[in-house]
C-alpha cells in the first residue's frame, strides 16, 4: 500500500472516532434533558438526512476538489454541530449539521481510494479501512460511553479556566468538548493526505444540472446486473448496521438493566466481531465471487430477532460477535464489487454517492420504523422483533433476485465477473 493510504486510514480513524463517541454523548444529552425515546432513537435517521437530501451534489463536489480538502472542509462542518449542540441547540439540529459534514466527507474518503489503488487491491483497501473503521467505532463508543460516566466527566467538569465561563455543566456537555479536539486532529491528518494527480471533474455552473446527472447514475448503478445487487445488500447492511447503534443501547437497558455507560460497550463488542469478519473476507474473498456471500444478510436478521431472547450478558458477548463478524465478511466484498462496478460505470465520487444515497435513505427508512413503533408505544423488545422480521424479508429478496438474474442473464453476469477477475489480476 501506498504511504498515502496509511495516512487517510489515519484520518478516517479519528474522524470516525468521534462520531460514534458523539452520538453516545447526544444520547445522553437528550436523555438527561428529558427527551422522549423515540428523539433518542431518531438521532440515527437524522444523522443520514443530509446523505439523502444533498445526494445529487456531494459526488460531484468530490470529483471537483482535491479528496484531502473535501474531508478536511467536512471535518470543520463537524465542528460546527459539535459546538451548536454544546451552546444551546437542540441535539437533533447539532446532530444533522454533523450529518452534513459526514455525508460530504464519505465520497471523497471512499472516492480516493480508486484513485490511490489499482484494482486488485480494492479488496484488501476496503478490508483494512473497514477494519480500522471497525476498530474506531469500537473504540469510539468506549470512549463515549467513559467520556458520560462518573470518573471520568467529573474529572472533566472539575478542569477551570480563569476568566473564561465556558457554560459547560454536564457530562455530556465535557464529552463534546473532548470530541471537538479529536475531530480536529482528524482535519490535520486530511492535509496530509498526498495529492493523487488525478484530474479533476469541474461542477456545472448551473448546479441543478446536476440532479438529472445523480438519478442517470443512479439508476445505471441499478440496472447493471452485478451492481443492483451489490448495491441493494450493502445498501440494507448499512441501513441495519446504522441502526444497530441504537438498538443495541435500547436492548441493553431493557434486557440487562444497563447504563449507558455500560450498554456502549456492548455497542463495540459488535463491532469487534465486524472487524474481524472484515479482515477475513479480506484475505479469502475476491470480486468475481463476491455475490456468494449474500445468504448471510438472511442469517443476520434471523440473530436480530434471537437477540430478543437473551437476557445473560455471558451469552450477549460471543452472540454479538459472531452477528458483527457475519456483517463484516458480507460487505467488504460487496462494498468492493460495487465501487468497481460504480467506478467503471460514472466515476468513484459520483458512484460513492449514489452508494451513500441508497444506504443512508435505507438508514433513514429503517430508523423512521424503529423511532414510529417505540413512539407509538411499542417495547423495545417488539420493535426490535419487527425490525429483524423486516431485514430479514428484505434479504430474502435480494437473494431471490439475485438467483432471477443467474437464469435470465447468465452470460451478461459472466461476462462482467470476468472483467473483475481480469482487473483483479492485473490492476
Same mark, same amino acid.
Given at each position: 500500500?501506498?504511504?498515502?493510504?496509511?495516512?487517510?486510514?489515519?484520518?478516517?480513524?479519528?474522524?470516525?472516532?468521534?462520531?460514534?463517541?458523539?452520538?453516545?454523548?447526544?444520547?445522553?444529552?437528550?436523555?438527561?434533558?428529558?427527551?422522549?425515546?423515540?428523539?433518542?432513537?431518531?438521532?440515527?435517521?437524522?444523522? /443520514?438526512?443530509?446523505?439523502?437530501?444533498?445526494?445529487?451534489?456531494?459526488?460531484?463536489?468530490?470529483?471537483?476538489?482535491?479528496?484531502?480538502?473535501?474531508?478536511?472542509?467536512?471535518?470543520?462542518?463537524?465542528?460546527?454541530?459539535?459546538?451548536?449542540?454544546?451552546?444551546?441547540?437542540? &441535539?437533533?439540529? /447539532?446532530? =444533522?449539521?454533523?450529518?452534513?459534514?459526514?455525508?460530504?466527507?464519505?465520497? /471523497?474518503?471512499?472516492?480516493?481510494?480508486?484513485?490511490?489503488?489499482?484494482?486488485?487491491?480494492?479488496?484488501?483497501?476496503?478490508?483494512?479501512?473497514?477494519?480500522?473503521?471497525?476498530?474506531?467505532?469500537?473504540?469510539?463508543?468506549?470512549?463515549?460511553?467513559?467520556?458520560?460516566?462518573?470518573?471520568?466527566?467529573?474529572?472533566?467538569?472539575?478542569?477551570?479556566?480563569?476568566?473564561?465561563?465556558?457554560?459547560?455543566?454536564?457530562?455530556?456537555?465535557?464529552?463534546?468538548?473532548?470530541?471537538?479536539?479529536?475531530?480536529?486532529?482528524?482535519?490535520?491528518?486530511?492535509?496530509?493526505?498526498?495529492?493523487?494527480?488525478?484530474?479533476?471533474?469541474?461542477? &456545472?455552473?448551473?448546479?441543478?444540472?446536476?440532479?438529472?446527472?445523480?438519478?442517470?447514475?443512479?439508476?445505471?448503478?441499478?440496472?447493471?446486473?452485478?451492481?443492483?445487487?451489490?448495491?441493494?445488500?450493502?445498501?440494507?447492511?448499512?441501513?441495519?448496521?446504522?441502526?444497530?447503534?441504537?438498538?443495541?443501547?435500547?436492548?441493553?437497558?431493557?434486557?440487562?438493566?444497563?447504563?449507558?455507560?455500560?450498554?456502549?460497550?456492548?455497542?463495540?463488542?459488535?463491532?469487534?466481531?465486524?472487524?474481524?469478519?472484515?479482515?477475513?473476507?479480506?484475505?479469502?474473498?475476491?470480486?468475481?465471487?463476491?455475490?456468494?456471500?449474500?445468504?448471510?444478510?438472511?442469517?443476520?436478521?434471523?440473530?436480530?430477532?434471537?437477540?430478543?431472547?437473551?437476557?445473560?450478558?455471558?451469552?450477549?458477548?460471543?452472540?454479538?460477535?459472531?452477528?458483527?463478524?457475519?456483517?463484516?465478511?458480507?460487505?467488504?466484498?460487496?462494498?468492493?464489487?460495487?465501487?468497481?462496478?460504480?467506478?467503471?460505470?460514472?466515476?468513484?465520487?459520483?458512484?460513492?454517492?449514489?452508494?451513500?444515497?441508497?444506504?443512508?435513505?435505507?438508514?433513514?427508512?429503517?430508523?423512521?420504523?424503529?423511532?414510529?413503533?417505540?413512539?407509538?408505544?411499542?417495547?423495545?423488545?417488539?420493535?426490535?422483533?419487527?425490525?429483524?422480521?423486516?431485514?430479514?424479508?428484505?434479504?430474502?429478496?435480494?437473494?431471490?433476485?439475485?438467483?432471477?438474474?443467474?437464469?435470465?442473464?447468465?452470460?451478461?453476469?459472466?461476462?462482467?465477473?470476468?472483467? =473483475?477477475?481480469?482487473?483483479?489480476?492485473?490492476?
Amino acid at each position: 500500500m501506498k504511504r498515502g493510504f496509511y495516512t487517510l486510514m489515519a484520518a478516517q480513524f479519528f474522524s470516525s472516532l468521534a462520531d460514534q463517541a458523539l452520538f453516545v454523548a447526544a444520547v445522553e444529552l437528550i436523555r438527561g434533558s428529558g427527551g422522549a425515546e423515540w428523539q433518542r432513537a431518531a438521532l440515527v435517521p437524522i444523522f /443520514a438526512l443530509f446523505y439523502v437530501i444533498l445526494a445529487p451534489w456531494l459526488g460531484a463536489f468530490a470529483d471537483a476538489r482535491p479528496k484531502r480538502n473535501v474531508m478536511f472542509t467536512s471535518n470543520a462542518i463537524k465542528v460546527a454541530g459539535c459546538v451548536l449542540m454544546l451552546f444551546g441547540g437542540h &441535539p437533533l439540529l /447539532a446532530y =444533522a449539521v454533523v450529518g452534513l459534514g459526514a455525508a460530504a466527507y464519505s465520497p /471523497a474518503k471512499y472516492g480516493i481510494l480508486t484513485e490511490m489503488l489499482p484494482a486488485s487491491q480494492l479488496v484488501k483497501a476496503n478490508g483494512w479501512i473497514e477494519g480500522l473503521t471497525i476498530a474506531s467505532i469500537i473504540l469510539g463508543i468506549l470512549l463515549g460511553g467513559q467520556l458520560v460516566g462518573r470518573v471520568i466527566s467529573s474529572h472533566l467538569l472539575s478542569i477551570d479556566i480563569p476568566l473564561i465561563d465556558t457554560g459547560i455543566k454536564t457530562a455530556p456537555e465535557a464529552a463534546i468538548s473532548v470530541l471537538i479536539f479529536v475531530y480536529a486532529l482528524a482535519a490535520w491528518f486530511n492535509l496530509r493526505i498526498p495529492l493523487t494527480g488525478v484530474e479533476m471533474r469541474p461542477m &456545472p455552473k448551473n448546479p441543478l444540472e446536476l440532479v438529472p446527472d445523480f438519478w442517470t447514475c443512479n439508476s445505471r448503478l441499478w440496472r447493471d446486473k452485478l451492481g443492483q445487487i451489490s448495491l441493494a445488500t450493502t445498501t440494507l447492511f448499512w441501513g441495519v448496521s446504522g441502526n444497530l447503534r441504537y438498538i443495541i443501547l435500547a436492548w441493553s437497558a431493557a434486557a440487562l438493566g444497563y447504563s449507558t455507560t455500560q450498554a456502549a460497550s456492548l455497542g463495540g463488542v459488535v463491532a469487534i466481531g465486524t472487524a474481524v469478519g472484515a479482515v477475513v473476507a479480506s484475505v479469502r474473498m475476491r470480486l468475481d465471487v463476491a455475490t456468494k456471500v449474500i445468504p448471510m444478510g438472511i442469517l443476520m436478521g434471523v440473530l436480530i430477532i434471537v437477540m430478543d431472547f437473551i437476557s445473560n450478558v455471558w451469552v450477549a458477548v460471543p452472540f454479538l460477535i459472531l452477528m458483527g463478524g457475519l456483517g463484516g465478511f458480507m460487505v467488504v466484498p460487496m462494498n468492493a464489487l460495487l465501487q468497481h462496478r460504480g467506478a467503471n460505470l460514472m466515476g468513484a465520487g459520483r458512484s460513492i454517492a449514489v452508494q451513500n444515497f441508497n444506504e443512508q435513505a435505507c438508514i433513514l427508512g429503517l430508523g423512521a420504523f424503529y423511532s414510529l413503533s417505540t413512539g407509538m408505544g411499542m417495547s423495545a423488545f417488539g420493535a426490535i422483533t419487527a425490525f429483524g422480521i423486516a431485514v430479514t424479508g428484505m434479504m430474502w429478496l435480494i437473494m431471490r433476485w439475485h438467483r432471477s438474474n443467474t437464469v435470465k442473464h447468465r452470460e451478461e453476469l459472466e461476462h462482467l465477473l470476468k472483467i =473483475a477477475r481480469h482487473d483483479n489480476v492485473h490492476g
